[in-house]
């Protein structure tokens, strides 16, 4: 069984800047790909950005890009996702998750283990 934790979220000014951490409770975290997605009121769970084992390898949607970076430190086993530049639109749960086996992907249900989510709100 893998554990994350999120945390780093709260509330900020349209503009500002958060960066969300993620932290594994698994001996081997250096062998899985990690991914953040966020799930705002209303709307459907949507993916944000993905990193490869190894942090080589990154991918975005598209509504983050230039604004978001995913990164990680395996020997601490975390996962960061830094947000510049944020807009109202970002406001959502953000979680991140682990893939125990395959390469990054924008796809939820190739995801293994989930966190409990933490609160990101911009403000106008």
């Known amino acids: 069984q893998v554990q994350l934790v999120e945390s780093g979220g709260g509330l900020v000014q349209a503009g500002g800047s958060l960066r969300l951490s993620c932290a594994a409770s698994?001996?081997?975290?250096?062998?899985?790909?990690m991914g953040w997605f966020r799930h705002a009121p209303g709307k459907e769970r949507e993916f944000v950005a993905a990193?490869?084992?190894?942090?080589?390898?990154?991918y975005y949607a598209d509504s983050v890009k230039g604004r978001f970076t995913i990164s990680r430190v395996n020997a601490k086993n975390t996962v960061y996702l830094q947000m510049n530049s944020l807009k109202p639109e970002d406001t959502a749960v953000y979680y991140c998750?682990?893939?125990?086996?395959?390469?990054?992907?924008?796809?939820?249900?190739?995801?293994?283990?989930w966190g409990q989510g933490t609160q990101v709100t911009v403000s106008s």
């Open positions: 698994a001996r081997t975290f250096s062998s899985y790909t």
């Open positions: 990193i490869s084992w190894s942090g080589g390898s990154t």
């Open positions: 998750a682990a893939r125990i086996w395959g390469i990054t992907t924008n796809m939820s249900g190739e995801y293994d283990y």
